[in-house]
């Protein structure tokens, strides 16, 4: 076959097409050699526990207090910035709470279910329970346990997660994270007291830390905090008028209003209700007292005359009798406590990945509460009675 001049022609721009596309294939290999040299990955830290971390499972699932927060809210125990926040609710036990059987103790509340229904996790593991019950039956953490001062941040998961972690998180899990990193030294002092002048309080907080565990391979954290509050009567508080006080007849309230509440040492009419401190006969319906020793209808228990021996507070019964306000004697508003704590953590870095460390924590909690005394109440009839 006799090649032409144009055949001729097209077989050489093919060929030189055909180089200019392997020179182009080749080039990716040198394109490849000048990528720029990946950037380090920074380390991510999860403290365990079984709160789910998606967000977009609810709205707003987890609510996370961090550090920053903690330090611009002001508060000084984990108690009082826990309480302040909107998940807390009816339920809670507040410190100055003396009437619930676990006096100088702190709890939170979730969703208002309770503390008995609230979880708390100290770095995602339960913590021991406070030795005395709320109204001695709900047991419940004590956050006065933990110091302040220690806490790197606070995940509230506002669900409930009783399928994870049992009955007592159907309200919620609260889960306390301690800080891990601190390096150096702080102290912290505080005095404070009452616009009266009295129920002052002293807080010490001394933190040290040393140790970084990406450079150094280990952290050490210790955490000293002492704590002292006065006490607080309802009879030191006279000018704050109804509080703390059963007789209610200057403020429009009619004596027997005023008189059948805690604290009131009265009585009513042969037909009237039966009243503490009385024995009724369950047959004859009489009432036996101290005025009344032989149950022939109703009397007072003591003569007028013998108020002023009994108690101070102003008599103005108008049936008779001597008024006392136990509640304005003997009640508090706030207990006398005494608190300290010692926590202290040391991390230590076997290889990546994995950590070994030992927990330290140390609590004393002294407090002096005081409540209205106990009446008694029977019949005669009543098995063990008089």
Known sequence: MTETLLSRALRRVFAGGGAVGLALLAAPPELLAQEVAPKPVARVEITGSNIRRAQAETASSVLTVNRADIERSGKTTVAELLQTLAVDNQGSVPVNFGSGFAAGAS?????GLGTASTLVLLNGRRMAPYGLADDGQKVFADLNVIPSDAVERVEILKDGASAIYGSDAIAGVVNIILRRDFQGTTARAMVGTAEAGDGQHHNVALTWGKGDLDTDGYNALLTFEYKKTDEIFNRERGSRDHIGKADLRPWGFSAQEALGGTGAITGNNASGNAINGNVRNPATLNYYNRGNPAGVGFTRQFPNA????????????????????????????QPQSEYVSLFGRGTTMVRPGLEAYAELNVYSNLTQSSATPSSISASVGFPGGP
């Open 306 to 333: 013998a108020c002023s021996n009994f108690t101070n507070h102003p008599q103005g019964d108008p049936g008779g009798g001597c008024l006392v306000d136990a509640a304005f004697l003997y009640s508090q508003i």
């Open 107 to 111: 709890g939170i509340s979730l969703r």
